[in-house]
């Protein structure tokens, strides 16, 4: 492991395990002084010939006082991208990480909204949660596809127990809710408009759940995204 410069840190690829299909987890070096809250982000880079110009923006899913550090992504085989390129490495490979920068803060007790890999800032900061013991009533609502696309499932239903809520838009099952994050299911699920909400996930998906929200009575400035 080198520290390259002030920005820029050279890190090692301890382990990497297959959460879902096509999701793993990377375990890294941490370089020494090197601080971020839950929820935050860096951009990394491949250190290999050919990738170095390529930073992509990746949340931290491990807490601020483990030894190491943790990502959690998506790997997209059919764009042939930093992600495909990502899913080809092995241990002992290296990344490139830079500053810390903020995604999604965590400003008190309400309602998490996740489509997909959009969950991974939720992670972090359900974790540390845990670690502080004050989970409290929060609650995650979390949209996939199909049920292999779950990401962590059994790591949130340990932590959330009820308050974890998982829906399917391609898939039917007998556990889980069909269909989509629309106004009528937020008014099922949600009785109190007045606390906060966290939202993750593609564009399209945060405005739409966004702007239904603000029409169900929620405060806009208690509704978090992700800030860049």
């Known amino acids: 492991m080198e520290d390259h410069s002030k920005d820029e840190h050279i890190v090692r690829i301890q382990k990497i395990k297959d959460i879902t299909h096509n999701v793993k987890q990377f375990t890294v070096d941490r370089p020494g ?97 845990q670690k502080d013991g004050r989970l409290g009533k929060n609650k995650l609502i979390f949209s996939n596809k199909t049920e292999s696309d779950i990401i962590l499932k059994d790591e949130f239903e340990k932590m959330l127990c009820d308050n974890f809520i998982n829906l399917l838009t391609n898939e039917k099952t007998e556990q889980y809710h069909y269909g989509m994050i629309d106004m009528a299911y937020l008014k099922v699920k949600i009785d109190n408009f007045s606390q906060y909400f966290y939202i993750c996930g593609p564009d399209p998906m945060v405005k739409s759940v966004e702007k239904t929200l603000i029409e169900l009575g929620a405060d806009k400035g208690k509704i978090v995204v992700e800030q860049v």
């Open 33 to 129: 002084d090197y601080k971020f809250e839950p929820g935050q982000a860096t951009d990394v880079v491949i250190n290999k010939a050919g990738w170095q110009g390529e930073r992509r923006p990746f949340m931290f899913t491990g807490l601020n006082d483990w030894d190491h550090l943790e990502f959690t992504i998506k790997i997209y085989r059919d764009h042939k991208g930093v992600t495909n390129q990502l899913g080809t490495l092995h241990a002992g490979d290296e990344l490139i990480l830079h500053d810390v920068f903020g995604a999604i803060k965590y400003s008190g007790e309400g309602v998490f909204i996740a489509g997909g890999a959009g969950v991974t800032p939720f992670i972090a900061i359900f974790r540390q949660l």
